[in-house]
């Protein structure tokens, strides 16, 4: 009777599994989505990106600054944070969306975008993009054109959300280790904090906005439309808004590794 039940729960599950199977994106085929797309390359440069903001934040005392970039360095892991996306992207698409995202990347449009991205997300390019940021503002039809996107994606909302996580998470590391941490009422921070994330979402998402312009600044008017024509595609909403979501994870995960780090040095 036993195994009969066993043979029974065997048979379920295979008729279970089998279309959850065909429908999940498979590891091989994400793995070669990160590529073609960037994301791996990006990835691997966010250490530099992150340091060198450090580097040319002026209101950092010195010491602080050495003591940031140093937890930098012992807390980044780049395979956590594939893995984040790549989970959160296993979990959301599909085999088609799969196929549809991996097919537009193959055509010279894709490729050429894809360069540009790339090339935007060095440490170098923050910086260039930063001294050319006022007149990629005063360009109104990329703005407006980076508006859109950013609605589509929630990439502001996205980085409230992340930014709100590091404030937390530093007020925590520093009400851990300070000598008066029992009367530290973590409530009133956070809601002070809140409080003033609300009065910079308009500064964040001019940032995101200005960024966007400048990734995009050499791409045609022309190519730039029929590109938001795909990123209007579900699977590509998909796609990103997933990618997004994994890369918040994991940068929450850093971010507790890092304050930890900054906490045991004695810099916070």
């Known amino acids: 009777m036993q195994q009969v039940l066993k043979n029974h729960l065997i048979i379920l599950l295979l008729v279970v599994m089998a279309p959850l199977q065909a429908a999940m994106a498979s590891d091989d085929r994400i793995d070669e989505l990160l590529t073609v797309s960037g994301f791996d390359m990006q990835i691997q440069q966010m250490p530099d990106v992150l340091k060198m903001t450090l580097n040319h934040e002026q209101q950092l005392p010195l010491n602080l600054k050495k ?3 140093s937890a930098i360095d012992t807390s980044f892991d780049a395979q956590k944070f594939k893995n984040g996306v790549t989970t959160r992207l296993k979990t959301n698409l599909s085999e088609q969306d799969l196929s549809t995202i991996l097919a537009w990347y193959e055509t010279p449009e894709a490729q050429k975008i894809t360069a540009e991205e790339n090339a ?4 170098e390019a923050m910086m260039d993009m930063q001294m050319k940021a006022p007149t990629l503002i005063g360009d109104k039809d990329r703005m407006a054109f980076a508006r859109r996107v950013d609605s589509l994606m929630g990439a502001t909302d996205s980085a409230m959300s992340t930014q709100e996580y590091i404030g937390i998470a530093i007020l925590s590391a520093m009400a851990a280790t300070s000598a ?11 809601s002070m904090l809140s409080s003033q994330m609300a009065q910079q979402r308009q500064l964040v998402s001019d940032q995101i906005a200005v960024q966007t ?3 995009y600044r ?3 008017d022309t ?3 029929n590109y938001e024509k795909v990123l209007n595609q579900p699977a590509f909403i998909n796609f990103y808004r997933s990618a ?3 890369m918040n994870r994991s940068f929450e995960g850093f971010i507790s590794d890092w304050t930890y ?8």
């Open 244 to 246: 997004l979501e994994g």
């Open 261 to 268: 780090q900054l906490a045991q040095s004695g810099a916070l």
């Open 120 to 123: 935007a997300s060095t440490p």
């Open 223 to 225: 190519t730039l439309a």
């Open 213 to 215: 312009v400048y990734t």
């Open 218 to 220: 050499n791409i045609d």
């Open 180 to 190: 008066d941490a029992a009367g530290t009422d973590m409530d009133i921070m956070k």
């Open 67 to 69: 003591a940031f970039i």
